[in-house]
């Protein structure tokens, strides 16, 4: 898999999916913004500049102030790879925010989310 295309995709153009993926199943974009700060280390500023400059997502991750320490807590399988064993670094952070929207789509409480 070509994963060149996927880094160079706008953040900006994905995020409405997250926050219609969320919302379908009762979840707010409060929530989806919750989650990506909670994995980046982004504030709501820093956020919409990205958002607002339509940053790719190999650009978002670069730039992230931190990505929090629990990932190695977000395991399982999304889009038929285990999360945990991805080896692609900036793979693996895109899969672990899909994760985390995936989860919060099916109804799991946020602590649970957030590895609390």
């Excluded at 504030?43 to 190695?72: C, G, M, W």
Aim: proline letters at 3%.
């Amino acid at each position: 898999m070509n994963n060149n295309r996927v880094y160079k995709m706008s953040f900006a153009g994905v995020y409405p999916h997250y926050i219609q993926k969320a919302e379908k199943k009762g979840r707010t974009k409060e929530e989806v913004d919750e989650i990506i700060f909670w994995l980046t280390g982004y504030d709501r500023q820093t956020f919409q500049l990205h958002l607002d400059n339509k940053t790719d997502f190999e650009t978002f991750f670069a730039q992230a102030p931190q990505i929090n320490p629990n990932v190695s807590k977000i395991t399982g399988v999304i889009c038929g790879y285990r999360v945990e064993e991805i080896e692609d670094e900036l793979m693996q952070k895109i899969r672990y925010l899909d994760k985390l929207i995936d989860e919060l789509a099916k109804g799991k409480a946020m602590d649970k989310i957030l590895r609390k």
